[in-house]
Each structure stands twice: as C-alpha cells, then as structure tokens.
C-alpha cells in the first residue's frame, strides 16, 4: 500500500513537473506535438484537456506545498516525541494518520480532475501508464 502509494505520488510529481517544463504549448498544436512528453502525449490531449489537467496540476503543486509544511511539522514532532521519556504511540497514530489521509485526499481530487476530462479511451491508456509506472 505505501509502496504503491510512494510511486503514484511520484507518478503524480513526474507528471507535474511535465506539464509546466515549457509553458510554450499555447502557441501552437505543432509545439504540443513536438514537446509533449511521451507519459502526456500519448494519450493525446486536446487543447482544453491540456488546459484542464495543467490547472489541476497547478492546484495540486499548492496543495503538496501545504502538505510539505505539514510533514515538515510532523517531522519535528517525530523527532520531539522521540527523544521524550515516553513515545505516545497515540499521539504518533492521530498525527501520522491524519498525514497519510490528507496526502490520499489529495491524491483523490487530483485523479478525480483527470479523470473528468479523460475520453474512457484516454483512463484506459492513463491507467495503464500508472501501472508501468508502479512496476518500474
């Protein structure tokens, strides 16, 4: 589960950093063509699929800084609950759950907004991508 997870995270990070390397895909169909990176192109985007996955993307990039800082706090509780007398298991359950929860949730809305601008044909060759992915 949390390897499966690790790598679709990634997947998702890869994909991010695809979408905005060149920004200069607005001028022209032929530089999506040329430049669209084989995981993005092969599912052959129109112009407004592009567009809407772009903006999940970019939804997605401010919701994984937030949670960034978030595991940053978390870290820093690990470190104080370890060097503490006593480890609360407790306390280290709520707030690791509470972590893994928010990076699902976002992984959910952002999977929710490819989905919805996806063809089924497109979710077919998405899915497949992300299980090469998981078996790299």
């Not at 999977?111 to 090469?132: C, D, G, S, Y």
Request: charged share 35%.
């Amino acid at each position: 589960m949390i390897r499966t997870l690790l790598m679709t995270v990634s997947f998702l990070c890869f994909l991010q950093t695809v979408a905005f390397a060149d920004n200069d895909f607005r001028e022209s169909r032929e530089h999506h063509t040329q430049y669209m990176p084989r995981d993005l192109h092969d599912l052959k985007l129109t112009r407004t699929q592009h567009q809407s996955i772009e903006k999940a993307l970019r939804e997605n990039m401010k919701l994984l800084r937030k949670l960034r800082d978030k595991e940053h706090r978390f870290k820093k509780f690990l470190r104080k609950l370890f060097l503490s007398d006593d480890f609360d298991t407790r306390a280290y359950y709520e707030r690791a759950q509470k972590l893994s929860r928010e990076k699902i949730r976002i992984e959910a809305q952002l999977f929710k907004a490819i989905h919805r601008v996806l063809t089924p044909k497109q979710r077919e060759m998405f899915v497949r991508q992300l299980e090469e992915w998981e078996i790299d």
